[in-house]
């Protein structure tokens, strides 16, 4: 390898190591949002509390749906 192929070399790794050292700051970020935010630790966690509050949603939906219903039969009366 020449002088200026290491060289080069070079410059790329230093660039790769500035990128990792950029997602290792981003990644802290959003792990400290996540807890902050939702008290969650882990993106276990975070499934979990998405998954609960999908059923959630997906009960309320229904609860809505039925009464909607409800409201329409009674003003058809």
């Known amino acids: 390898m020449t002088a200026e192929e290491l060289l080069e070399l ?8 500035t990128q990792v050292a950029e997602l ?4 802290k970020h959003l792990y400290e949002e996540l807890e902050k935010n939702w008290e969650c630790k882990t993106l276990e ?3 979990k509390k998405v998954n ?3 059923e959630d949603i997906d009960e309320m939906n229904e609860n809505i749906n ?3 219903n409800a409201l329409e039969e009674q ?3």
């Open 10 to 17: 070079k410059e790329k790794i230093d660039a790769s190591k």
């Open 24 to 27: 290792e700051g981003r990644k």
């Open 45 to 47: 966690q975070a499934e």
């Open 52 to 54: 609960t509050m999908q």
């Open 66 to 68: 039925t009464k909607t």
């Open 75 to 77: 003003l058809n009366e």
